[in-house]
């Protein structure tokens, strides 16, 4: 049930749903960008099922822009055609790092963390045979939000299971 109902003097009052609870921003397939990633690209990136991370290994220097905001930082999320996994920031991360494919808007100065949400699922489209078989996959562009260098931890759902791995952006991460 999405929301508690209490009764108290004969009065309804409905509470919100917990934030852990909801519904992903969904990236579907019309929302997505074309672009040759070059042979060999999956070696760079961060793969869990058919979700694959491009950008998100950095020893970037990151800002810290104070209390509550993030620079955006780009990672490029490309999923294996007719997928639909979710992503999702772990909740010991939640606190630093939030998803910002939401369509965040920022000028070089950092936005809220609140502007990002903390699950995203990214449907994919139907595969194109006409490519190259290396670049078949389905790119969504957009951001992480982090504050400060940090090692942010995701967790995929994909394939009736949930993987969780780690994204570094200016931290090392073990």
Known sequence: ???????LLG???????????QEPYVRACSTSQLGDLGEGWRERAIVAGHVAFLGGNSRMAVERLGP??????????????????????????????ALGYNGIHHNGTGVPLTDGTQSVRFQACRPDRRREPWNRGTQFGGYFLVVG?????VDVATQGKVLRRKLSFGARCV
Do not use: F, H, Q, W
């Not at 009065?11 to 609870?21: F, H, Q, R, S, W």
């Not at 260098?149 to 931890?153: I, L």
């Open 1 to 7: 049930m999405r929301a508690a109902i209490a009764l």
């Open 68 to 97: 509550g905001r993030a620079m955006p930082l780009k990672v490029l999320v490309v999923v294996d055609a007719n997928a639909a996994p979710t992503v999702t920031i772990a909740p010991r991360s939640r606190a630093y790092a």
């Open 149 to 153: 260098a940090r090692c942010v931890r």
């Open 11 to 21: 009065l309804v009052v409905v509470m919100p749903a917990l934030a852990d609870e």
